[in-house]
């Protein structure tokens, strides 16, 4: 129910940090990156992996989806698929 005068608050978007790294040690090492506007950080998980799906040329072996915002991991995940699930 919407109240007179009273409007529905739109999110407010943040911009995130998705990059490709490689995993060496106990560091990553990030190679290729894109900003990312989204309201959520789960929001953001999924548009980076979409990111990161258009890039699948870039992926290799020990490759890591990581996103970040003001410097906090908000996602990480390691990326494997053979090259038939490559788009």
């Known amino acids: 129910m919407l ?3 009273m409007a ?4 407010e978007k943040h ?6 790294a ?3 040690g106990p560091r990553f090492h990030p ?3 894109a900003d990312i506007e989204a309201a959520s950080d789960a929001e953001a ?3 980076a992996m ?3 799906l258009k890039n699948a040329s870039e992926v290799v072996p ?3 989806l990581q996103v970040t915002l003001d410097g906090r991991g908000v996602h990480s995940e390691k990326l494997e698929w053979s090259n038939a699930q490559r788009p």
């Not at 529905?8 to 999110?11: A, E, F, H, R, T």
């Not at 911009?15 to 490709?20: I, P, S, V």
């Open 3 to 5: 109240l007179c005068g």
């Open 8 to 11: 529905n608050p739109v999110p």
């Open 15 to 20: 911009t995130y940090k998705a990059a490709l």
């Open 22 to 24: 490689l995993l060496s």
């Open 31 to 33: 190679y290729l990156g």
């Open 45 to 47: 998980g999924d548009k």
């Open 50 to 52: 979409e990111w990161a």
């Open 62 to 64: 020990q490759t890591w």
